[in-house]
């Protein structure tokens, strides 16, 4: 059965720094292409990096230079390491595994989903 755990989150100063975890675990990391997203209150919500199983990466505009998407296929753990946080980065961070179960077939996995909160 897969598992995608995030951890990491907290409330953080204006200029601050968080670095969020996640874990899967069930088998697929090494197949998958990892995502973060979060939703800030009343808002949809949105990609802000990704990183492919090959390792390559994708920033959201607003993030680039900030944030560090990284992953670990011995710890079947991706990172997103945030830097020069400001409020609207406030949000629940969600962490995405998707991978090619089938051919044709891509299947998702999400986590529950972590706080960020930055204050001013």
């Known amino acids: 059965q897969v598992h995608v755990v995030e951890s990491g989150g907290g409330l953080v100063l204006v200029g601050g720094s968080l670095r969020l975890s996640c874990v899967v675990s069930?088998?697929?990391?090494?197949?998958?292409?990892m995502a973060w997203y979060r939703q800030a209150p009343g808002a949809q919500r949105e990609l802000v990096a990704t990183?492919?199983?090959?390792?390559?990466?994708f920033y959201e505009d607003s993030v680039k230079g900030r944030f560090t998407i990284s992953r670990d296929n011995a710890k079947n753990d991706v990172l997103l390491q945030m830097n020069s946080l400001n409020p609207e980065d406030t949000g629940v961070y969600y962490c995405?595994?998707?991978?090619?179960?089938?051919?044709?077939?891509?299947?998702?996995?999400w986590g529950q989903g972590t706080q960020v909160t930055v204050s001013s």
């Open positions: 995405k595994a998707e991978y090619s179960s089938a051919p044709g077939v891509r299947t998702f996995y």
């Open positions: 069930g088998g697929i990391f090494s197949r998958s292409d």
């Open positions: 990183i492919s199983r090959g390792g390559s990466r």
